[in-house]
T-cell receptor, first 112, second 114 residues
């Protein structure tokens, strides 16, 4: 079982729609969760971090965390063509060996 | 400006050569990471370091070596034992412990074997 799993996509949505990206993780001790956006040929950039169960909103982005189900998601409202990229989920412990583990990413395509 | 600097941006290696990729940060972060990304793939962890003079193997450490003699620097050597080194290499750093431990990335080094 992979430590962090994401559907590779592509996830295609029309401009203005809500894009929903999902991620599951296997290590129950994980305490920190991150979403990164990566454009082709570029390095990942941080979009959201979430540490507690529930929702966290930042502009058009909402991260959702459910530790009991070991599930974290990212919602993008009013999707724009510029949101087209690969979205990487990352998970980290905050104690012991604190390696930061990434999923393989979900490719999002937003059509005009 | 604070940030993470990777150099060079592009690197070409001949068969059988060792090459070293540089990663420097001035964010005062304790932890540093090296990842490898192949085309269309996610990030695979090579090595990480939580503190000076200590580092841990990641999932694909074979054929690579690192050092952490200074807090600011975490160079990665790709040795001749790495059979397929052509890839995009990414360095990241973060604070440790507690919350707000987001990792930030350098611009990456694209390594090609010629």
């Amino acid at each position: 079982q992979k430590e962090v799993e994401q559907n590779s996509g592509p996830l295609s949505v029309p401009e203005g729609a809500i894009a929903s990206l999902n991620c599951t993780y296997s290590d129950r001790v994980s305490q920190s969760f991150f979403w990164y956006r990566q454009y082709s040929g570029k390095s990942p950039e941080l979009i959201m971090s979430i540490y507690s169960n529930g929702d966290k909103e930042d502009g058009r982005f909402t991260a959702q965390l459910n530790k009991a189900s070991q599930y974290v998601s990212l919602l993008i409202r009013d999707s724009q063509p510029s949101d087209s990229a690969t979205y990487l989920c990352a998970v980290k412990r905050n104690t012991g060996f604190q390696k930061l583990v990434f999923g393989t990413g979900t490719r999002l395509l937003v059509s005009p | 400006d604070g940030g993470i600097t990777q150099s060079p941006k592009y690197l070409f290696r001949k068969e059988g050569q060792n090459v070293t990729l540089s990663c420097e940060q001035n964010l005062n972060h304790d932890a540093m990471y090296w990842y490898r990304q192949d085309p269309g793939q996610g990030l695979r962890l090579i090595y990480y370091s939580q503190i000076v003079n200590d580092f841990q193997k990641g999932d694909i450490a074979e054929g690579y070596s690192v050092s952490r003699e200074k807090k600011e620097s975490f160079p990665l050597t790709v040795t001749s034992a790495q059979k397929n080194p052509t890839a995009f290499y990414l360095c990241a750093s973060s604070t440790e412990g507690g919350r707000d431990t987001e990792a930030f990335f350098g611009q990456g080094t694209r390594l090609t074997v010629v």
